[in-house]
Nanobody
Framework: QVQLVESGGGLVQAGGSLRLSCAASGSVIGVMGWYRQTPEKQRELVASINRDGMTTYADSVKGRFTISRDNAKNTVFLQMNSLKPEDTAVYLC???????????WGQGTQVTVSS
């Protein structure tokens, strides 16, 4: 069983920055990532990173967001810069077991960007 603890969401003005973190405990972790969801849109992948540091990003956040991880602490970070109102969403941490590939979800953290 994996437990995820997220932190770092909040309210920020357009153009500002926020840093999200998600710490996983209980198992050996493989791919880690962040998704976001709003009432109007389906859940979408924002960014992901594997244990070797290979990353993927949604086109909408490329050049503004940076995902990183600390393997020793099973923690993933999402640095969000130049935030836009359309980035407003609940951001959910997602991790997969390194060997099982089973997905685990965090409880979500609200990010609100005001114009």
């Amino acid at each position: 069983q994996v437990q995820l603890v997220e932190s770092g969401g909040g309210l920020v003005q357009a153009g500002g920055s926020l840093r999200l973190s998600c710490a996983a405990s209980g198992s050996v972790i493989g791919v880690m990532g962040w998704y976001r969801q709003t009432p109007e849109k389906q859940r979408e992948l924002v960014a992901s990173i594997n244990r070797d540091g290979m990353t993927t990003y949604a086109d909408s956040v490329k050049g503004r967001f940076t995902i990183s991880r600390d393997n020793a602490k099973n923690t993933v970070f999402l640095q969000m810069n130049s935030l836009k109102p359309e980035d407003t969403a609940v951001y959910l941490c997602n991790v997969r077991g390194r060997f099982s590939n089973f997905p685990y979800w965090g409880q979500g953290t609200q990010v609100t960007v005001s114009s």
